[in-house]
């Protein structure tokens, strides 16, 4: 296995919830996919869950060297397994540039308190088959 890139990125978690209180729904389409945005909703503190998954696209878009390749925020989902823990899920121009580069695995961790949401974000090309 080799490491392609690597991401983090750490986001005020008020920084975000202004951001919805701002621009509400465009804002929130344009930046979550409507299962992020479900899931997020339902949770009681959902600032957090929200800037969670902003710094996991950060932290993914970082790792991928991606900013100048169409890449949307919407192409890049936090699904949430259970018994597994958050995983990346790729679509659009995101799958593409993933696909251009040789990575086959986004290997993600997220963490939040009241304050603060954090990510790291590891790509990989899963070769390693131990």
């Known amino acids: 296995m ?13 920084r975000i919830s ?8 465009q804002f929130l389409e344009r930046v979550y996919t409507p299962n992020e945005i479900e ?4 949770a009681v503190n959902s600032s957090q869950h929200f800037a969670t998954r902003w710094a996991a696209k950060e ?10 390749q169409g890449v949307r925020w919407t192409d890049i989902e936090v699904v949430v397994q259970m018994g ?3 995983c990346l899920a790729l679509g659009g121009a995101a ?12 290997h993600v961790s997220l963490g ?8 790291y974000v590891l790509a990989t090309d899963e070769l390693d088959e131990r």
Not at 39 to 42: G, K, P
Not at 59 to 68: S, V
């Open 18 to 25: 202004k951001m919805i209180e701002t621009h509400g729904e």
């Open 59 to 68: 932290a993914a878009m970082k790792a991928m060297r991606c900013r100048n």
């Open 39 to 42: 899931y997020c909703l339902r």
């Open 95 to 106: 799958a593409n540039w993933a696909d251009q580069l040789g990575i086959e695995k986004l």
């Open 112 to 119: 939040a308190c009241r304050t603060h949401a954090t990510a």
């Open 2 to 14: 080799a490491i392609i890139g690597t991401g983090t990125e750490i986001v005020e978690c008020v």
């Open 84 to 86: 597994e823990g958050p």
